[in-house]
């Protein structure tokens, strides 16, 4: 399928002429353009002499906590007026989100915009709620356009702007948009390039190039791994993530979470709590000083502890009420700093 029609289709950016066509620069495939074409991702198209994206519009706008993303160390309990422009650059079995994230790709994902965002409305809108601005749900990197506009808007009214994304970018797309987000979650599917490609259809090492190069631009990490059947739920697969989750430091929250059956994986089982429980003591054995487990661990699994006495610092719900009892960021029972943006 060579992209959907009716959506809203606006000028994009991050493309370059390049021997007669023009190509894309925002994610590695750097798709190049002739006239008509779509690219790999479905929602950037050729028509003359510019490029048009589906994303500078939303097919989701609704408020959730950041805790949701998953970020547990950036702001808790912060509500973020989250948006969904469609489309992906990956084409995983198991997502959730297939009728967002697989638009233009697969017809039984028929959700496009209609019209475009108002990024100055969002972000007032935001800033009255007390809010940060999310992009989730599909792949955020490819509404970079969108995201570069909403930051605009939402710097001089001190509202946020996080992610939740596949890391899947170029070199040169993460020098201009890191220095206007917040927080990112990035999913590490995968520890070793056959199996990344077989479950996500892209190649691993830009995603962890792009986390490297987030940490040095000062955005606040955190890194989310599924448990998927046969691709990343093995003690090699998780031993290896965890050990580059370590790499980028021993401080950086590493989420594990569990597979739901659906969309192409829809016969497969869910993760069990036991491999959830070797998951975190892989993590732990790797370093790791915050490994979490939002659901089948029960509250314990979303508890934050002080590295340094074990003191529940923050205690969360699910997707709930959270108790952040850390004072300035630091432990109230032995004064030790928590990595992390707390206020």
């Known amino acids: 399928m060579d992209g959907v029609d009716g959506g809203a289709w606006l000028p994009a950016d991050f493309y370059r002429p390049v021997d007669g066509g023009l190509q894309c620069t925002l994610c590695p495939f750097r798709c190049r353009l002739r006239d008509g074409d779509t690219g790999a991702c479905k929602v950037r198209r050729r028509e003359g002499d510019r490029v048009l994206t589906a994303t500078r519009a939303t097919t989701v706008e609704h408020v959730s906590p950041v805790e949701r993303k998953p970020l547990y160390h950036y702001r808790p309990g912060l509500p973020l007026l989250t948006l969904a422009p469609p489309g992906c650059s990956f084409r995983c079995d198991y997502c959730v989100n297939f009728r967002l994230s697989q638009y233009g790709r697969d017809p039984a994902a028929p959700i496009a915009p209609q019209r475009a965002t108002d990024p100055a409305a969002l972000a007032r809108s935001a800033a009255e709620r007390g809010a940060g601005l999310a992009l989730s749900y599909s792949e955020p990197s490819l509404a970079a356009e969108l995201t570069l506009e909403l930051a605009a808007k939402a710097a001089p009214l001190g509202v946020p702007v996080v992610w939740k994304s596949n890391g899947f970018l170029t070199p040169e797309a993460v020098a201009r948009l890191g ?53 990343s739920d093995s003690d090699e697969q998780l031993a290896g993530i965890a050990e580059f989750v370590a790499g980028l430091g021993l401080d950086t929250p590493w989420h594990l979470l569990r597979f739901t059956p659906t969309y192409r994986m829809d016969r497969h089982r869910p993760t069990p709590p036991e491999r959830l429980r070797r998951a975190v003591a892989l993590g732990r054995e790797a370093g790791l000083r915050y490994v979490y487990v939002e659901r089948a661990l029960g509250a314990e699994g979303r508890a934050t502890r002080c590295p340094g006495c074990g003191t529940e610092a923050v205690a969360r719900e699910l997707w709930g009420r959270v108790d952040n009892r850390l004072h300035e960021g630091a432990c109230r029972a032995c004064g030790e700093r928590l990595a992390g943006v707390w206020q």
């Open 179 to 231: 220095p206007v987000l917040d927080a990112v979650n990035v999913d590490v599917k995968a520890a070793d390039e056959h199996a990344h490609r077989a479950l996500t259809g892209a190649p691993l090492a830009p995603v962890l190039d792009t986390l490297r190069r987030l940490k040095d631009a000062g955005v606040w990490v955190e890194v989310s791994t599924p448990l998927v059947p046969g691709s």
